[in-house]
């Protein structure tokens, strides 16, 4: 089944502590993006990756950082920087089709401890 | 300053009426637009995109429209189902060149029976 997944599920990060939250896609998508959903708003972009090696800053990337050392995996590090880091996390990648479409992950709820 | 607006956060519909979901946008340098739907808990899945050049696209029960001189456009679902009820994200791509999307802050979905 090609798909996107993400883990864990749920994650606790005690104060000051970094954790990473894992994204693999097996659908040979050159792309990949991180975002986070708050309550009552939209999915903001933290960070993307057009391809192997390389990534970009999205809208919030502060407290943040990301790795692309595969096509098939995009993890996300959360760190002791990024001072509210209690949301949903979505992964997605895309493949350049010419339409934008993206596709989910099910998502990381982080909670701080 | 918000690109995308989604300017109701939820909406009520009666079981087999049409359920019609709003969105604007500012950029019109925009070229493709998105509509995703969201569980609670889960990852946004893709149903209907539309390109810049066109005004209507229809998937089954889905339809969007884009009017591009109102910068406004519509996903129209009918008839609505219980399992419609969800939350629903209105999304655009600036260019084809790094395909990064931006999302409205979604509409919540009620389907009443």
């Known amino acids: 089944d090609g798909g996107i997944t993400q883990s864990p599920k749920y994650l606790f990060r005690k104060e000051g502590q970094n954790v990473t939250l894992s994204c693999e896609q097996n659908?040979?998508?050159?792309?990949m993006y991180w975002y986070r959903q708050d309550p009552g708003q939209g999915l903001r972009l933290i960070y993307y990756?057009?391809?192997?090696?390389?990534?970009q800053k999205g809208d919030i990337a502060e407290g943040y950082s990301v790795s692309r050392e595969k096509k098939e995996s995009f993890p996300l590090t959360v760190t002791s920087a990024q001072k509210n880091p209690t949301a949903f996390y979505l992964c997605?990648?895309?493949?350049?089709?010419?339409?934008?479409?993206?596709?989910f992950g099910p998502g990381t709820r982080l909670l701080v401890l | 300053d918000q690109q995308v607006k989604q300017n109701s956060p939820s909406l009520s519909v009666q079981e087999g009426r049409i359920s019609i979901l709003n969105c604007d946008y500012t950029?019109?340098?925009?070229?493709?637009f998105l509509w995703y739907k969201k569980y609670p808990a889960e990852g946004p899945t893709f149903l209907i995109s539309?390109?810049?050049?066109?005004d209507k696209n229809e998937d089954g029960r889905f339809t969007v429209f884009l009017n591009k001189s109102a910068k406004h456009l519509s996903l129209h679902i009918v008839p609505s189902q219980p399992g419609d009820s969800a939350v629903y994200f209105c999304?655009?791509?600036?260019?084809?060149?790094?395909?990064?999307?931006?999302f409205g802050k979604g509409t919540r979905l009620h389907i009443l029976p």
């Open positions: 997605a990648s895309s493949t350049p089709s010419g339409t934008g479409t993206q596709y």
């Open positions: 659908l040979n998508h050159d792309a």
């Open positions: 990756s057009q391809i192997v090696n390389d990534f």
């Open positions: 950029n019109s340098m925009f070229d493709y």
């Open positions: 539309i390109s810049s050049i066109k």
């Open positions: 999304a655009a791509r600036l260019n084809i060149r790094d395909d990064k999307i931006i």
